[in-house]
């Protein structure tokens, strides 16, 4: 079983930065592939970015070279760097944690990025 609780999102302005972070709780987090999904209004809930066990990440490509992923083991927690933010970026952004051996996933409670001027 694992916990997943973001934080760090908040409004800011078209081209700023913002960094989100996802904790996790209650299990091996070494074990688990780690991703960041988001939704915007009245759309599906699109996978983001992807990071392994191992450190290897996959991004879509709407997010290529302005958003970085990252993984600290040691503090459980996974971030998402954003820069170069759009408005088009606006959605509600969802940790998500697939154990390796089971495939079984769990989802954060969600944290809200709104870019607007």
């Known amino acids: 079983q694992v916990q997943l609780v973001e934080s760090g999102g908040g409004l800011v302005q078209p081209g700023g930065s913002l960094r989100i972070s996802c904790a996790a709780s209650g299990s091996i987090f070494s074990m688990y592939v780690m991703s960041w999904y988001r939704q915007a209004p009245g759309n599906q809930r699109e996978l983001v970015a992807t990071i392994t066990n191992g450190g290897n990440t996959n991004y879509v490509d709407s997010v290529k070279g302005r958003f970085t992923i990252s993984r600290d083991n040691a503090k459980r927690t996974v971030y998402l760097q954003m820069n170069s933010l759009k408005p088009e970026d606006t959605a509600v952004y969802y940790c998500?944690?697939?154990?390796?051996?089971?495939?079984?996933?769990?989802w954060g409670q969600g944290t809200q990025v709104t870019v607007s001027s």
């Open positions: 998500h944690a697939r154990q390796v051996a089971t495939a079984l996933y769990y």
